[in-house]
C-alpha cells in the first residue's frame, strides 16, 4: 500500500465561514467525527487555537473596503494517509510512530514555509 499526503486548501469568503471554519478547527464548535486527543498534534501557522480567527483577519485587513466577491481568508490543512503514519498497522486509529510523525511535521513545514509566504501577524 502507497503513503499518500493530504494537501487541501478552502476559500473563506464570508466572516461567519471565518469564524465557523476556527471553531470547527479548534473543537470550539461540536465535531461528532473528531479524536480530540488527536488534536494536540495539530499546528497552527497563523494565530494560536485561542485565537478569535474572524478578528485576527479583520485586523489583519485593517479598515479597508471589501468586495462583494472577496476570499477573506484561504483555509489549509496537511496530512498524510495512515499508511505513512502507522505503516505496520494503518487501520489503528488513534495511534501513530512519534518518530514518522516528527519527521513528516519537519518535511511539510519546510515545504509550507517554501511555497506559502506567511502574513506577518
Request: positive net charge.
Amino acid at each position: 500500500m502507497t503513503a499518500y499526503t493530504v494537501l487541501r486548501f478552502t476559500k473563506l469568503k464570508s466572516w461567519g465561514a471565518v469564524g465557523g471554519a476556527g471553531s470547527h478547527n479548534t473543537r470550539l464548535r461540536s465535531t461528532p467525527n473528531a479524536d480530540l486527543e488527536a488534536m494536540a498534534n495539530n499546528r497552527f501557522l497563523a494565530g494560536s487555537p485561542s485565537d478569535d480567527l474572524t478578528a485576527l483577519c479583520q485586523a489583519r485587513l485593517g479598515g479597508q473596503k471589501i468586495r462583494r466577491n472577496a476570499v477573506y481568508a484561504v483555509e489549509g490543512v496537511i496530512s498524510a494517509s495512515p499508511v505513512y503514519f502507522r505503516p505496520d498497522n494503518p487501520e489503528q486509529y488513534g495511534h501513530y510512530d512519534p518518530a514518522r510523525l516528527e519527521s513528516w511535521l519537519d518535511a511539510s513545514m519546510a515545504w509550507l514555509q517554501k511555497k506559502i509566504r506567511r502574513p506577518p501577524y
